[in-house]
């Protein structure tokens, strides 16, 4: 039997051949920018206008010249971009796309959290929601906080949500102590103390190196620690050639590129699955990419008090990291 070739038409809701290209195009027709979250799919990596760890994201957000943003993220990285830009439209290719660590700071149970420390200066790492951000003080990302915390005076109590592993990380570099909301990430739990020992001792001239979302005992066994931007800039300013990566394996696309003659193994998980991968992360494909872009959906929306509220500690994170 002739099996007919497939045209364009006949693929589903009309995908085309050239999905770069389209993409592109779409982006002139938009006046759109691409954000990209170095844990997202090589493609999209490829595609975006920007890649960047959340802090640069957000900076990007602030400042970009666009109509359109199209955030290759999860859900609180595209509604940071909504508060800072009421008026633009943002688009997430996948609004399912969310955050494991998110999702562990339950709004009404974070504000009784909030009450019960009435003294407290409340800092929240960016992923959490909006309603979150609402309510703290100033807003902080894996690589600023250090430098954030620093700036509060010595006899300041202070609340730091949701990422316990990020917090006690904070904790031990500046000395301060903190009350720590008990989230963390799915992800950066997943990874084995044992197994990234037996993998250190299998390559003895591998650096390990680490994002402070993992639990103490990974980070103990880690050379290095830092957020998804200074973990590139480790690897390409160290004389190691080979390095174990305890982070989501997204970044090791722009590691690859970066220095491609040295060797990026992925931290091992606890288990043999690959679960080391954000699921949420990984919903968004460059069809979705090009589908939200053609359709203008899924739009991130707010309530305007939210977006007030939230905006304000966002804001002071900007002018406190500059
Ligand atoms: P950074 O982008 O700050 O490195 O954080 C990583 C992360 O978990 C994003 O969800
Ligand atoms: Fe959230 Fe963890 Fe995924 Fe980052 S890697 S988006 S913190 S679940």
């Not at 968004?284 to 739009?299: D, G, S």
């Amino acid at each position: 039997m002739l099996i007919p070739p497939l045209s364009p038409a006949a693929t589903p809701d009309s995908l085309p051949y050239d999905l770069f290209g389209a993409i592109q195009a779409l982006k002139q027709e938009l006046n759109a920018v691409i954000l990209a979250h170095y844990y997202q799919d090589p493609d999209i990596q490829d595609i975006a206008d920007f890649i960047g760890d959340s802090l640069e994201l957000s900076r990007k957000a602030a400042a970009t010249p666009a109509d359109v943003i199209v955030f290759a993220g999860v859900h609180f990285m595209a509604e940071t971009a909504k508060i800072l830009n009421p008026n633009k439209l943002v688009l997430l290719p996948d609004l399912d796309a969310g955050c494991s660590l998110a999702d562990s700071c339950p709004p009404d149970a974070f504000a009784r959290f909030k009450a019960a420390h009435p003294e407290h200066l409340v800092i929240s790492y960016i992923n959490c929601t909006a309603e979150i951000k609402a309510m703290s003080d100033i807003i902080c990302t894996s690589s600023n906080a250090v430098r954030i915390v620093n700036q509060i005076p010595a006899d300041q109590p202070i609340i730091f949500g949701p990422d316990r592993n990020l917090g006690n990380y904070v904790s031990q570099q500046t000395g301060r102590e903190m009350v720590l909301w008990q989230g963390s990430c799915m992800v950066h739990e997943t990874f084995s103390e044992k197994k990234l020992v037996q993998l250190k001792m299998l390559h003895p001239n591998a650096e390990a190196i680490a994002h402070p979302e993992c639990e103490p005992a990974v980070l103990r066994q880690a050379n290095y620690i830092g957020s998804t931007t200074a973990l590139l800039k480790y690897v390409q300013q160290s004389q190691s050639q080979q390095f174990i990566v305890a982070t989501e394996p997204g970044i090791i696309h722009q590691m690859q590129k970066a220095v491609p003659d040295k060797q990026f193994i992925p931290a091992p998980p606890l288990n043999q699955c690959a679960c080391n991968e954000c699921p949420h992360m990984r919903l968004n494909t460059l069809e979705k990419l090009y589908l939200c872009m053609k359709h203008r959906a899924p739009e991130i929306t707010l309530p305007e008090t939210v977006r007030l509220a939230a905006l304000r500690p966002i804001q002071r994170m900007l002018e406190m990291s500059t």
